[in-house]
């Protein structure tokens, strides 16, 4: 079981930067207002989520630790309409049979348990003093699969990987406060005031923030809004997009390059936008099962979409008389 497990972390678990979305996005899921973020060496010696959700029962954490042992689906049509984030139940199997990971969590009801995984084998379970919420540490990643390791980039672009992803999720989290630190750096914080252009301040400055423009349309289908900066906002590539799709982040290279163009053919080609853009659909038109990571999905009517998108952010653009 160790060994499917090993297996399955090679598709959900390729850098420390998907070790921290996966873990966000259950901290996410359980439904707090405030995740805090604590690396050491760019997350390989050690990342360290911090939450004040739901936190689980001393009965259910052993079993979360389990494949395919999710909370969040409970029957088979859920799947085609996934609201949280998780859905899978492998996330924690996948990161605690490649690494040490240490757990507290505590649920409100008397008191909180902890456990301790190594390379996927139970350790220590134990109870614990904790306040409502989890908090989870994964040191070592990738201590026990040398050939994963050997693939990791610099520290410095690990880092980079980390920042870029937990930007796109405190985008799509305004009402979340977050933030995050590496060997004791704070590198990004939130309010959790539940606005994106407050994030979009915390992240690129206030000045940048306010040479934003927002971006509203709608077709039959679909529902965007977001915000598109102006070009004087000089650091921004193509990574500076983040797409949305009912309140989920994916990527979508059809959509970037719809918002690019809408873009680029008013003001400058071969310039990127910082935007977030938040589409807004039925369900029933996305497909959000196609890989593990749970970033890729497909759309309906996607030309429908691009065409929307493009022709608003030349609208809005074209408004400013720039
Ligand atoms: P999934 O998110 O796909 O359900 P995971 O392996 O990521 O699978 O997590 C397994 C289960 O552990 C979740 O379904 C959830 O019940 C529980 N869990 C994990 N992390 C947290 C957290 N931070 N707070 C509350 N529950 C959590
Ligand atoms: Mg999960």
């Known amino acids: 079981e160790i060994l499917a497990d090993q297996i399955a972390a090679g598709e ?10 996966e873990l966000v ?3 996410i899921d359980a439904g707090g207002n405030r995740i805090d973020i604590l690396l050491q060496e760019s997350g390989l010696k050690s990342i360290r989520i911090i939450d004040n959700g739901s936190g689980i029962d001393g009965q259910q954490v052993e079993l979360a ?4 042992a999710t909370s969040k689906i409970s029957s088979r049509t859920d799947l085609f309409k996934v609201g949280t984030l998780g859905f899978r139940g492998e996330a924690l199997p996948s990161i605690a049979s490649i690494a040490d990971v240490k757990m507290v969590t505590a649920n409100g009801n008397g008191p909180g348990k902890s456990v301790h995984y190594h ?7 134990g109870e614990a003093q904790s306040r409502r919420g989890t908090d989870i540490t994964v040191n070592d990643l990738f201590y026990n699969t040398p050939a994963r390791l050997k693939y990791l980039k610099s520290l410095q672009t690990e880092l980079s990987k980390i920042t870029d992803i937990v930007n796109r999720i405190a985008l799509s989290y305004p009402e979340i406060a977050f933030s995050l630190q590496n060997d004791g750096r704070e590198l990004m914080r939130t309010s959790g005031h539940g606005n994106i252009q407050q994030v979009l301040a915390n992240i690129y400055g206030a000045r940048n923030a306010q040479k934003m423009v927002k971006i509203v349309g709608e077709n039959v289908d679909f529902k965007i809004n977001g915000y598109v900066s102006l ?12 797409i949305l799709v009912n309140g989920r982040y994916i990527k979508n290279f059809q959509i970037s390059k719809a918002i690019i163009e809408g873009y680029g053919s008013k003001l400058m080609v071969g310039r990127y ?4 853009l938040n589409v807004q659909t039925d369900p029933v038109l996305v497909d959000v099962n196609v890989h593990p990571t749970k970033q890729e999905v497909r759309i309906s009517e996607e030309n429908e979409l691009l065409e929307l998108i493009s022709k608003t952010i030349f609208d809005e653009l074209a408004d400013k008389n720039l």
């Open 119 to 125: 390379g996927g084998q139970l350790q220590a379970v």
């Open 65 to 68: 630790f389990k494949r395919h």
């Open 273 to 276: 936008p910082v935007a977030v």
């Open 25 to 27: 996005e259950n901290a």
């Open 231 to 242: 070009p004087e906002f000089t650091r921004a590539n193509r990574s500076y997009i983040t």
């Open 12 to 21: 959900v678990v390729e850098r420390p930067a998907s070790v921290v979305k």
